[in-house]
């Protein structure tokens, strides 16, 4: 006994330096990996044109997804810009940069931690390169070798390979990689069901939705649609909102119910909100339900797109890119970046987004969730979009909307936004 005293007291005083020294060494590599200041300055809201560059540059992107021989990509200045501008508006504080420095493209972002801590990381890759590029990243105060480098690059693709198989290896995601011309191009793939291009907002999620229950619940309201086929916005809502929760929580319901409801009225894709739900729905497909309200079609399409992004990506993305789709239809038909036949910027529209989205966040919150679920039985189309806010400016050229609001981080655009809230805060569904 008197032996076994001293024997475990020394065990145990081994076992207290050790946890001292990981402790020690895990301090260290904090405050060597991170940074009490971001890298990057916090960026203006993006203008039109950055919207149209950025818009262009994600549609390249989007291109190469499924594509195993690669989508060719050429990127220049103002693409870079615009998708860095984009990813810092949608997903601040956080903070992207894009740009090409010499034979180098470079990708510099800045992260917020706990403890008013930021993760700053510098990507430089070098170019020409048949394979994925000789690469430099910097991480806080550590600037790792192009070894090390490619290590911990190929660790992350391995990490993001086990959440979500079928990741292609670095030398298949990029390939013939050059700088040139103020551009940066390459052979571009990527795999076609993770949803990394398509979910790629679903990562600042507070929650996963349940694929299975919004299988459940799109099929449920195809079916519905075949025996009473209905175009008027309101039934869609009041199907989708009075059907059995089947025990899942109001929350979890209407989180699933939003994503049906965006899958059936504007675009299937909506599922890779909801994991594997688009794989679910294949026995009960059915075409695209075109709804409307107050006699518009686009206004419907945008209160359920901008619904299912709030529970699917958080609020503040869902607000962004309702203004970002504005800010596009603003562009000159002669900008580069313009697509189609440009509307204009859309109060009305961007009344409609609001309208999804704000109802969307009041569904998801557990002190309001049972209550909105119940008024959206029966909401009318006055409590799901007033009619006064559709009576707004419409079809808004660039250069009439800067001229009368600046942009969207001027306070004459935000109070023209307070306005439209308050009058969406008197419907009762919020």
Known sequence: MTEAAPARRKTRRTLLIILAEFILVGLIMWFTLTSTEPLLPEPLAPTAEQVGAGRDAYRQLRDAKGNSGGNAVSLGAEQLDGLGALASHGFRPDRLRLSIEGQQFRAQASHRLPLNRWLNVTIAAEAPSAKFPRTHLTIG??????????????????????????????????????VKDGKVTALVSLPSKTGLVDQMAGVVSEQSIDGTQVARIYCTLAQLQKAEPSKIFADQVHRAFSLDRAGSTPVDFNRSAFVALGMLLVDERVGDFAGTARDE??????????????????WTAHWALSAAIAVGAGVQLSEAVGEWKELSDSLSRQSRFSVGDPSGFSMADLAADRAGFLTARAAVDPASAGRIAQLLTQATPEQLLPSQLVRREDGLTNAEFVKRYGGVDDPRFKARVSEIDEALAKTGLR
């Not at 497909?285 to 409307?292: C, G, L, N």
């Open 281 to 298: 729905i294949r026995r009960c497909r059915i075409p695209t339900v075109y709804t409307s309200i107050h006699d518009r079609f686009d």
């Open 141 to 178: 105060a550590l600037t790792l070798p192009p070894v090390l480098s490619r290590w911990a690059l190929e660790l992350g693709r391995w990490v993001i390979d086990r959440r979500h198989e079928g990741v292609p290896p670095l030398d298949q995601v990029i390939r013939n990689f050059a």
